[in-house]
């Protein structure tokens, strides 16, 4: 969440950045926001004046009682009417003042946080800046299959039974398929210990706090899972439970930097359009997903992102696909985000790019909003910078290893997963 002090004090930038995002009427929407701000502190400045005066008032009540002076009852009880039309003021001003902040807390929350300077400007996805592509062999067979194919031909993904049982978006892994899944889980976890990601198995239930803590409420309600009767969420991003396992704290800043890894599967609503960019383990509506989440000082968070995307490339070179890194633009961008790299992965099969990992720098906004803190010795806190990155989202990499690495009779497994799978090919 962006800080009002900065905003009255940023405003043209603030505008300019929000223009960049696409944010319609960004000039009108921060003047707007500046006047409820004057509104609010002024309410502030009335009602602690009302307040003092008071207090003031008060006092002299009491002294005057003390003194038990002839001729004071009439001032005393001059006093005591100041005191009850004060009383009623100060309530009321109570009342604006809370309606002033709740209107400011809600229109804050309606700002996207700002982009960092070397993002691309840029409108829609085509203006993403593709900065890193690898080079694989590519294998050429007489015939590329989808993997919604191969994985009804080697009876290792079933999507019908999965629909019958809950609905579409619901798969069930089965036999080797369901063992190549578990593999490529504990490699993502293995590779991040190793790393020094300390490992967290968190609930994959989230609360209201939790959620907008992240930056998933308001932003994303609608996109996710809800037991109503309980006031929760089913956890759309591992991230979410990870981030908040700091929320509301105050860190020794030698505990800095933060580093965990953790595995939920995860629920999203937005699986919908027909088509075959939604068909088979393209987009799902519960999905397993191993999540890096760093906890830094500013000065930091821009060199572990290079390292966080250094890690995530390194998975995908490990599994030998064919992949690329995009530098998303301003109006690409997800609402909470300061900076994000893409990953995404070739599908042979269907001829397409698919996404299978973002990694982000949040800078302060999710720290703000979570009123997460740091403290240096003898120093004010501070909020620090959070940071996250899939690795990996496993729907599309299993899609994308199922087509590139298909044969003509098998599908062959990676190296690196055979220790995990206990056999090298799918027959």
Known sequence: MLEIKYIREHKEEVIQSLQTRQVKDAAELVESFLSLDKQSRAAHTALDTASAELHKITKNIEQLLKQDAIGTHAEIESLKLQTQKLKVAIKELTGQRNQYDQELQAALCALPNLSHPGVPVGAAPN???????????????????????LAVSYDIIDFASGSKITGAGFPVYRGKGAKLQRALINFFLDEAEKAGYEEIQPPILINRDSAYGTGQLPDKEGQMYQLADKGLYLAPTTEVPLTNLYRNQILPAAELPIKNV???????????????????????????????VEIRRPEESYRALQLMRSHIEDLLEKLMLPYRVLKLCSGDLGFTAAF?????????????????SSTTNFETYQATRMRLRYRAPGKKTQWPHTLNGSALALPRIMAALLEYNQRKNSIKVPHVLRPYTGFDRIH
């Open 127 to 149: 203006h993403n800046e593709v900065v890193y592509q690898n080079e694989v062999p590519l294998y050429d067979l007489d015939q590329q299959r989808s993997h919604w194919d």
């Open 262 to 292: 953790g595995y939920t599967p995860c629920f999203r609503k937005e699986a919908g359009s027909w088509g075959s960019h939604v068909r088979g383990l393209n987009r799902l509506h519960q999905f397993d997903k191993v999540e890096l």
């Open 340 to 356: 994000t790299y893409d990953f995404e992965v070739l599908s042979v099969g269907q001829g397409r790019w698919l996404e299978v």
